[in-house]
């Protein structure tokens, strides 16, 4: 079955602990992409890749890593949490920029 | 950059009734345009799209349409039922970025 998954679904941590959400795409897309989702503000993209080892910033990067050394996969690096990066953070994959984004399920980060 | 206007955030219809979302967005060299739904607790997953050379799209109960020179673009829901209830997330794409920008969202409640 064509899908993305995200893993943890759900993740309670402190402020300062590193953490990693990983994301994982098995049609072979070539962009992948990480928002975060906050009442009120509907989706932001943080990060996005284009392909292998090809990443740039999206709208609202601060205090967040990824990193693209497969095509599968695209990891979210929080080195350093802080409160306000509590949220729904969800991962996206495209075939090609400008066409449909398949979401992952959904990672709700609570940064205590 | 972009800048994506969606109203209303809340819309309340009875089922069988007509429901339309409009959204507005700022950059005319923006040219991709996807809806989104998403169901309460779930990821969100494309329902239709609209690209800038088309006028209108139609998929059974659901159309969007688009307007080039004034900048928005509409989903209308005919004969809602209460499957529709969700909230909704307009997108507009410049054919040259890899940053959609996502409306802040629209909660469509359909009333038995």
Sequence with gaps: EAQVTQNPRYLITVTGKKLTVTCSQNM???????????????LRQIYYSMNVEVTDKGDVPEGYKVSRKEKRNFPLILESPSPNQTS???CASSLIKNTEAFFGQGTRLTVV | GENVEQH???????????????CTYSDSASNYFPWYKQELGKRPQLIIDIRSNVGEKKDQRIAV?????????SLHITETQPED?????CAAEEGGSYIPTFGRGTSLIVHP
């Design chain 1, 28 to 42: 072979n897309h070539e962009y992948m992409s990480w928002y975060r989702q906050d009442p009120g503000l509907g």
């Design chain 1, 88 to 90: 729904l953070y969800f």
């Design chain 2, 8 to 22: 209303p955030s809340t819309l309340s219809v009875q089922e069988g009734d007509s429901a339309v979302i409009k």
């Design chain 2, 65 to 73: 349409t688009l307007n080039k020179t004034a900048k928005h673009f």
């Design chain 2, 85 to 89: 209830s969700a909230v909704y997330f």
